[in-house]
């Protein structure tokens, strides 16, 4: 079982930045692609962006593109989410997953860890 914890989350202003964290707890850490994913109120959970196993491959959402950008240290078993430009529409509970097969894949069911989420509020 791999247990993943985010941080970094909060409320800032449209325009403004926010650095998300997700550590890991195993040392299996640099054989997993690691994505990001966000999930509005009564909306599905949706792929942001993501990193393959070796930071060879990194894919983002096009909603984010040029804003986000996705990194990983495996040394430290944590992969990050630097968002700037935040918008309004960015508001939703962000979600670090894990994937053992160390692809990048943007659906939900691939991945085989999850975190709790953050949440992330940029008000209109």
């Known amino acids: 079982q791999v247990h993943l914890v985010e941080s970094g989350g909060g409320l800032v202003q449209a325009g403004g930045s926010l650095r998300l964290s997700c550590t890991a707890s195993t040392r299996t850490f640099s054989n997993y692609a690691m994505a990001w994913f966000r999930q509005a109120p009564g909306t599905d959970r949706v792929f942001v962006a993501g990193?393959?196993?070796?930071?060879?491959?990194?894919y983002y959402a096009d909603s984010v593109k040029g804003r986000f950008t996705i990194s990983r240290d495996n040394a430290k078993m944590t992969v990050y989410l630097q968002m700037n430009s935040l918008k309004p529409e960015d508001t939703a509970v962000y979600y670090c997953?894990?994937?053992?097969?160390?692809?990048?894949?943007?659906?939900?069911?691939?991945?085989?860890?999850w975190g709790q989420g953050t949440q992330v509020t940029v008000p209109s």
């Open positions: 997953a894990a994937q053992r097969a160390g692809i990048i894949v943007t659906g939900v069911d691939p991945y085989d860890y």
């Open positions: 990193i393959s196993s070796r930071s060879g491959y990194i």
